[in-house]
């Protein structure tokens, strides 16, 4: 029986991008083991500290607490102790130094390209985790394409050594669109842009109010969700724009709804790994507007309207001619939604078997 951990420390941390990544894989194996398309002579389990705040309703994956530890501490000293006998499986930018047969995914090298969103002791910590774990780990994961081109140039991994695994969408088409965030937050259907925040400044939110300072009258709002301070989208004004909404942080059935009710969805970033925002909102029919930078235009193909993120005024023309545009916005819609058939958590757990086929071969 071949033993695969696969490092459960995700399960102790709130759930942004790379957490996603983690819980849908796994759920994505699980549905893999029940179809019996997985080998039946592999031990698939999580290990993690005992100081969860997430369940995962798993039918086949055992879920096994362990240690005393919490965070860094267990992940670097605990865990390698015990997954001793099986391969190693990480899916959050880290693990042990002290193990030689693991996989771990890396999900961008943002730490070098863009380092003013990330303390000094974040960044001398990764830097020093990414380059190591690149050497001793048996194979290295990575969400696209362009992040694979990072990882090469900064952290020099071999390219025999790193495999492209891209993300899903099916944890949003999940979700039942909660329609009530409408009058919650007194939001006319159809009569708005979403956009999601985030405080890291590579999101550039501030590119999209300079974009709607810029715009002057216009017969929609800007819905602006997520956990950002709002303040930060202003260096002038301590108040945004009377046409932008903040609503804060959403549930997913609620952003189920926003994305499915937007007129279009804007998503100006720097830099991104993959861009899984932009995913959910194609998934769901609705167009969206994107950087033309980083691995954007890999996950979006020809279904979005593309800006420079560098440019407010772009933006600003391109969020004019989404919202003056029927065809436009119905061609988007109907091309986003064929492009997102490209991507799945049932492809993303059937390539990482795949990956881990080729460790145990060796």
């Known amino acids: 029986m071949k033993k695969i951990i696969i490092n459960g420390r995700f399960l102790t941390q709130p759930i942004t991008g790379v957490q996603r990544f983690a819980l849908e894989l796994v759920r994505g194996l699980d549905e893999l083991i029940e179809r019996r398309t997985i ?5 698939l389990v999580i ?21 005393r530890l ?46 003013e969103g990330f303390t000094k002791t974040f960044i001398y910590w990764y830097n020093f985790l990414f380059k190591i774990l690149s050497i001793i780990a048996c194979r290295i994961v990575t969400v696209s394409e362009f992040s694979k081109n990072e990882l090469v140039h900064y952290c020099k991994v071999k390219q025999n050594k790193i495999r492209v695994i891209s993300e899903g ?32 400044p590579n999101k550039n939110f501030q590119g999209i109010v300079k974009a709607i300072e810029s715009l002057g009258n216009i017969e929609a709002d800007i819905v602006i969700a997520g956990g950002t301070n709002p303040k930060i989208f202003s260096a002038s004004n301590d108040s945004l724009p009377n046409t932008v909404k903040y609503i ?8 189920k709804a926003l994305y499915e009710k937007a007129a279009g969805f804007i998503y100006p970033s720097f ?13 769901c029919g609705c167009p969206v507007i994107v950087s033309n930078v980083a691995s954007l235009p890999e996950v979006c193909g020809d279904a979005a309207l593309y800006v420079d993120p560098y440019s407010p005024e772009d933006i600003a023309e391109k969020i004019k ?28 757990a059937q390539e990482t078997i795949k990956v881990i086929e080729e460790v145990l071969a060796k």
Request: hydrophobic share 40%; proline share 5%; with cysteine.
């Open 39 to 43: 080998c039946s002579n592999v031990d």
């Open 47 to 67: 290990m993690t500290p005992r100081n969860t705040i997430n369940d995962i309703d798993l039918k086949n994956i055992k879920v096994i607490p362990i240690g």
């Open 169 to 200: 969408w099916e944890h949003i088409q999940r979700a039942d669109a909660d329609l009530d965030v409408f009058q919650k937050y007194n939001i006319n259907p159809k009569k708005y842009i979403l956009a999601v925040s985030s405080l890291n």
């Open 271 to 283: 830099y991104e790994g993959f861009g899984l925002p932009p995913l959910e909102a194609m998934a």
């Open 248 to 255: 804060g942080y959403v549930t997913d059935e609620e952003l």
């Open 321 to 348: 001619l989404l919202l003056s545009d029927d065809k436009l916005r119905e061609k988007l819609r109907r091309k986003g939604l064929e492009r997102a058939t490209m991507f799945s958590w049932e492809k993303c």
């Open 70 to 115: 919490k965070g860094h501490l267990w992940e670097q000293l605990e865990l390698p102790f015990y997954s001793r006998d099986g391969l190693l499986v990480n899916l959050c930018n880290a693990g042990p130094l002290l193990k030689r047969k693991q996989i771990v995914t890396i999900h961008d090298a943002a730490i070098y390209s863009k380092p």
